[in-house]
């Protein structure tokens, strides 16, 4: 009981912080109309121009570069109302309320014909999203911050004990199913309450997860189990963040072997381009590429069998991975190449043609054994 | 600890009675080799010709049509290798060792060169799963029994106690994530411990399902709450039917106001026309259809703002479903009826336009309260 309380103590100042940061917006707007002057937000600019990978933080972050958004301005005052309704949503139906939301019902929250016209706030969802986004940089607030969740998915195992929305959870005894990770996965709705774990891996299948956790492979090894089954939610990324940050945890990743795998490790890694203003709390430069590699088919003795030839998109996709400076160090040019040479991609299930419990007996604990993975 | 040992001989008992209908087959198959016969198994058809509804049970039904799989036919004797490859590949690694896997990995598991040949057991997976329905028919045994397992999705909560694969877990302290239900949830992994639900709700979007959690409906009402994020999986039906059959409970399904929600909803209700086969032990032909309805818009004085144009899709769609026999009570004619009449459809979510929380305060209570869904 006393633990719920704390939960709802933090994430009550958490939403109060937030509320005040889109309330001095607000209140800044309101002086300039006072003043008859024409108010103006100074939006970050979320285009590919302001985006770099610093070498420094390992990290995809957006630049400098702003765009002025006018109130009087006949292109812009519609964005400029936009954007004024959905932070006023977020205040007054969510943080204040302390509920959350999905992005597609903020849509239809905010979504009204306006007053004497026939013209609406929003006429479809690709209007109020970009709105969210701009909300999330011009406050520095992640969307989580502003109460909205993205799609949920994702489950998880280990030796831990955690507390999620007061309600405390012993993951070492999830069954089958697991515990289903939440989109948001803020401090102020999950907390570590003990953990065993002397790592966390992520395997991107979800029946490899399985497979992992039908063999109770987190028991033996001490280890955070957790799939996103495909490319990672947000809720898991910043779970992975939380855990190498507040555990000290270091965190696997195992993917198929192409580049649709290698895209997802990389956007744990180190965020991704259209999303670059989050990097900074979703991000784990420490992230350890465990595999499927190239070089696995002859070091494991894999069979033909189990070879899928890549595609061309598969190629484009490859060559353009090549050039991201965040792949540029040589070990990964080398991994990238090895796979264009090859011609062949491969599934982490291709593991299961020389024995249904091969990933979970041999691969894991033999790469993670001999320090075999790229970083 | 005994709970673990009884589900593990459960689990055993069953594996052992579906390895002796594997047995049995290769056996009458091996008795008419030694007759110096021509071998052939006789395997249910599963095409459109031979499925119907059955007025009486209310459910899709596959008729008695078999065709023969003969040894000694050219153009037969591949898939008759391929029957037995599948089926000895689940006796062995999966029901003698207690391990349940993916079909993607029995894939992988059966696949390779055959001996002295540049043949190929299996080229693509589109060759093994029409197998796998091959063997379910034949054998008259799920692929959960066959310990193959499906796509896993789906989250839930309730006041209930289950105990999944050993571990007992309080689905009433499963915070903002729930629990993830699994792939198989068949009674050896899943077995209901206790339960004070007075009904199961389960709703199509995963968002509604995340606000209903928030706001504690399932506790207030006494209900599990589900959700599959879209089309149910084999899971969740499952799941859905032994609430019913074991704990007597009524199944409310709320699903969008358009025709793949209608879909969504008669696959719970009474199965699919292409696993006609599995709908004895999936179906809920019990299930209540809370909505949206197009009714609903009036009745709940929806605005305008939420109405979707139907497109020509929805609309062909809506059409087909007028001709199903299982919608052709007048309730389910004027139901679709009407939303190809209105010329819109809507989403769950839609309801937020009235306020954040409606769809937990009044519309599902109301609907409920009234006993106004349709059957």
Not at 208 to 219: M, Q, S
Not at 276 to 300: C, I, N, Q
Request: net charge positive; aromatic share 8%.
């Amino acid at each position: 009981m006393a633990k719920t309380t704390m939960d709802a103590a933090k994430r009550e100042k958490r939403a109060k912080e937030t509320s005040k940061k889109i309330q001095h917006m607000a209140e800044a707007v309101l002086a300039e109309l006072k003043k008859q002057d024409n108010p103006a937000l100074d939006i970050p600019v979320r285009a590919l121009s302001n985006v770099s990978f610093s070498q420094k933080s390992k990290l995809i972050e957006l630049g400098d570069r702003t765009q002025s958004r006018e109130f009087f301005n006949v292109s812009m005052a519609k964005k400029f109302m936009q954007t004024f309704l959905v932070a006023s949503a977020c205040k007054e139906h969510l943080l204040e309320t302390g509920k959350t939301t999905s992005i597609r019902d903020l849509y239809y929250m905010t979504k009204h014909t306006i007053r004497n016209s026939s013209e609406n706030t929003f006429d479809d969802q690709v209007e109020s999203d970009p709105i969210i986004e701009d909300l999330e940089v011009s406050l520095n607030a992640l969307r989580e911050e502003l109460h909205l969740f993205a799609a949920k998915k994702g489950s998880m195992v280990g030796p831990m004990v955690i507390v999620d929305a007061g309600d405390e959870i012993d993951l070492s005894r999830m069954g089958s199913g697991g515990w289903s990770v939440p989109s948001i996965t803020e401090d102020y709705v999950i907390q570590f309450k003990k953990s065993e774990a002397k790592y966390v891996l992520l395997v991107e299948k979800e029946a490899v997860w399985h497979r992992l956790n039908e063999d109770k492979f987190w028991k033996k090894h001490s280890c955070a189990l957790l799939t996103a089954g495909g490319q990672a939610t947000r809720g898991v990324r910043r779970l992975l963040q939380r855990m190498t940050r507040e555990l000290k945890l270091p965190v696997y990743v195992l993917v198929d072997n192409d580049p649709w795998g290698l895209y997802i490790y990389s956007v744990i890694k180190q965020g991704s381009i259209t999303l670059a203003y989050e990097s900074m709390r979703m991000a784990v430069p420490e992230a350890r590429f465990l595999g499927l590699r190239t070089s696995d088919f002859k070091r494991f003795e894999l069979s033909n069998d189990v070879k899928i030839k890549l595609l061309k998109e598969d190629e484009t996709r490859a060559k353009q991975m090549l050039g991201y400076p965040w792949f540029e160090h040589k070990q990964w040019q080398r991994e990238i190449s090895d796979m264009l040479k090859a011609g062949f991609k491969m599934e982490i299930e291709a593991l299961s043609n020389k024995d249904i419990s091969f990933v979970t007996d041999v691969y894991i604990p033999q790469k993670i054994k001999n320090k075999d993975f790229l970083v």
